[in-house]
């Protein structure tokens, strides 16, 4: 079967660079998959999970946003941060949910850090759900 280079890499490392058969991203749009010989194009990813095929084999890790560039024979991920299931410190996401959910509770959707308050329990939120399904 036909695979993907999929290459995931923020500003201070690369995560990953593996041959893939399948690719799941959380774009702005939605979500989207990408199978060999996809047709090229390039988006911007959101807060989410991004799924990895290897040998059948679901895989995951955890964005908060960034871009993605499709190619037929690869994926190149630029994230803002990126955390592979097995690197996530559930305790420390766990802290991240309820001081979101905390400070939430003392905003209306009006206030300047409302935005980033959301955006910080979604990646939280995320970085929870991606250990979880490891």
């Not at 630029?78 to 003392?106: F, G, N, W, Y």
């Amino acid at each position: 079967m036909a695979a993907l280079l999929l290459e995931v890499v923020t500003p201070e490392r690369l995560v990953l660079s593996q041959e893939v058969e399948e690719v799941v991203a959380p774009g702005r749009e939605g979500q989207f998959g990408v199978l060999p010989g996809h047709r090229p194009f390039f988006t911007i990813l959101t807060i989410g999970e991004l799924m990895y095929r290897v040998k059948g084999k679901e895989h995951y890790m955890a964005l908060s946003g960034g871009f993605a560039e499709v190619l037929p024979d690869r994926v190149i991920v630029l994230a803002e941060t990126a955390e592979l299931a097995s690197e996530i410190d559930v305790e420390r996401a766990k802290k991240a949910k309820e001081r979101a959910e905390e400070r939430l509770k003392e905003l209306v959707p009006m206030d300047p850090e409302y935005a980033a308050v959301v955006a910080a329990l979604k990646r939280a939120l995320t970085r929870l759900k991606v250990a979880e399904l490891a």
